[in-house]
């Protein structure tokens, strides 16, 4: 599992420059990110180097921010990688709320992060198909 | 056009003075006998009926306000027993908020007089079909038009409101000729008349009395010109008798308040102090003729100015300007009283100990509209787009529920709205009446 910040932003010209300004002066690193959005707010997901600092300063500035572990799946850069994994996850009837990937270095496996409905039961189907799951993300 | 009270409509001020004085010694014997709230107001003041001596010592008396009747709710303010009472109705809105008012069948006789000098004052006579698109129910509105209109012997369609295609067939197949409703619903109507294709020349429509909400004069120009008719103002609050308090007269000059009824004042809203005729602020209204729920220098929070010149139309009671606004929060949305307070509370309700809220009402094309803006705070917040949809939904269908007017409700980060001088400005509304 890995921690995610999920931040409330309205849908209002400057925002993101704000919580990205924020993060960047104090030397935090985004490794990955991804909005989803309605036509009122969204939701900006990240994952930086320090997740507790990158809160707390987020919340001085007036950013709602909470942090949610997510499951991090390594998944091969290639055709077909993800779809394997998601196949066993439906199988199991494992709802998925959210997902996004980032891809480390491009020689690497893609980093799936994904919400899903029930977490335990989604680890132990991942850990019996012998997908890797990752605790960390690099800084 | 018919005046259909001339005696009393076109009455020389000297006269009506004469009548007002006597109708209100009698209104505060029987409120000082009967109603112990108006006894005790009257004694902290330290003064008794009898030492009202003219219409000019009427601002020795205290006034009374909606929170009075709040205060002695349901039946309070009553001056009859019950069994009196033939008609009950409430102030529209709300849950919290509600008064009850209740009429004799004297009350309900005046008030049928009132609507018929209004409806005449529109230039409707025995010879019209009038549509009554008000709400029929608790709302003074629907009832209150319709006796009237039966009243002057027109032929009454009791539509009530909404059905809005169903309003526009039946207007075209009996022949309307009088259209009742909010403006805001005038507008809507007209607009569906254009979708559905009617050519004006099939409508035979030749006034409108529109009346519970605030509008203005360029709305009058659009409506007049779409629906091709005479747009009237009329004015009325159910706290004091419903529709029928004042009305416009084709001059559209202001409307005539029917003074031998109510005894209007105009104050100002801060200091108490009565202003002179001319003088812009809050109308203040003493029921003559009041049985079931007579009241004393009601404070209306309506904001109008008094001319007291003879109008064109021949008749001699005083005309009250355009309601230009309120000297409380109450917004009218659609017709139905919202109060900030009411949405406060609704949002403590859901879970937030301080709720930071803006109120923004717009006019979309012809309706109304309401979106709460809410800061979102830690403990409403969720990751999941679909978690805070949901808390949008839970809170505008709570709000739509105790406001009984649909609400939009918009999510905002926190510290994002508008805090002045320690109290924030709670709402902007932006329909420019």
Request: hydrophobic share 40%; proline share 4%; with cysteine.
């Amino acid at each position: 599992m890995v921690k995610q910040i999920s931040v409330f932003l309205e849908n209002k010209c400057g925002r993101l420059v704000r919580v990205t300004e924020a993060l960047g002066k104090n030397n935090i690193n985004i490794r990955a990110l991804s909005i989803a959005d309605t036509s009122d707010f969204g939701i900006l997901r990240i994952i930086v180097d320090q997740t507790e600092k990158a809160i707390k300063i987020l919340k001085d500035e007036g950013f709602i921010a909470s942090m949610t572990e997510v499951i991090a799946v390594k998944v091969p850069d290639r055709p077909g990688g993800l779809a394997k994994v998601l196949k066993y996850l439906e199988e199991k009837e494992i709802n998925i709320e959210y997902l996004y990937s980032f891809i480390e270095k491009p020689e690497e496996d893609a980093l799936i992060l994904m919400r899903v409905d029930d977490i335990p039961h989604a680890l132990q189907t991942l850990k019996e198909k012998g997908i890797e799951t990752v605790n960390k993300v690099r800084g | 056009m018919p005046i259909w009270n001339p005696k009393y409509e076109t009455m020389s001020r000297e006269e009506l003075e004469k009548l007002q004085y006597l109708r209100l010694k009698k209104t505060l014997e029987l409120v000082y006998q009967r109603v112990p709230f108006y006894q005790k107001a009257f004694k902290e003041k330290g003064i008794e009926p009898g030492d009202i001596k003219s219409l000019a010592d009427l601002s020795k008396l205290p006034f009374t306000t909606k929170e009075d009747l709040r205060q002695n709710y349901p039946f309070g303010l009553f001056a009859v027993p019950l069994q009196e009472v033939v008609r009950l109705h409430s102030s529209s809105g709300t849950t919290g908020q509600a008064t009850v008012v209740g009429y004799t069948r004297n009350d309900l006789e005046t008030w049928s007089e009132l609507i018929a000098r209004t409806l005449s004052c529109s230039g409707a006579t025995a010879n019209s079909v009038i549509q009554i698109a008000y709400g029929y129910g608790l709302f003074t509105g629907g009832l209150g038009l319709h006796y009237g209109a039966e009243k002057l012997g027109a032929t009454v369609i009791p539509i009530s409101g909404g059905q809005t295609k169903k309003q526009v067939r039946i207007m075209v197949d009996f022949q309307t000729t009088v259209l009742a409703c909010t403006p805001s619903y005038a507008l809507y109507i007209a607009e569906t008349i254009e979708e559905m294709g009617i050519k004006p020349e099939e409508l035979k429509l030749k006034a409108g009395v529109f009346g519970a909400e605030p509008w203005t004069e360029s709305m009058r120009r659009v409506v007049e010109e779409k629906l091709n008719i005479d747009a009237i103002d009329i004015y009325g609050l159910s706290e004091v008798m419903g529709p029928g308090i004042s009305s416009e007269c084709l001059q559209k000059d202001g409307l005539h308040i029917f003074e031998d009824h109510f005894l209007p004042e105009i104050i100002d809203p801060h200091t108490g102090e009565v202003l002179p005729d001319g003088e812009t602020g809050e109308l203040v209204l003493t029921t003559l003729t009041k049985e079931a729920i007579p009241v004393i220098r009601y404070r209306t929070r309506d904001i109008t100015s008094l001319k007291r010149e003879k109008c064109p139309c021949g008749r001699t009671m005083v005309r009250m300007a355009k309601v230009s606004g309120r000297t409380d929060d109450m917004l009218i949305i659609r017709g139905v009283n919202v109060f900030p307070s009411q949405i406060e509370a609704v949002l403590m309700d859901l879970g937030q100990t301080e709720p930071h809220y803006q109120i923004v009402v717009d006019r979309e094309g012809s309706l109304d509209t309401l979106t709460v803006l809410v800061e979102v705070s830690e403990q409403m917040f969720s990751d999941k787009v679909k978690g805070l949809e949901e808390l949008e939904k839970v809170i505008s269908r709570e709000l739509e529920s105790n406001l009984a007017v649909k609400a939009k409700v918009t999510l905002v980060e926190p510290k994002s709205l508008q805090r002045s001088e320690g109290k924030a400005k709670r709402v902007i509304d932006k329909r420019n009446l």
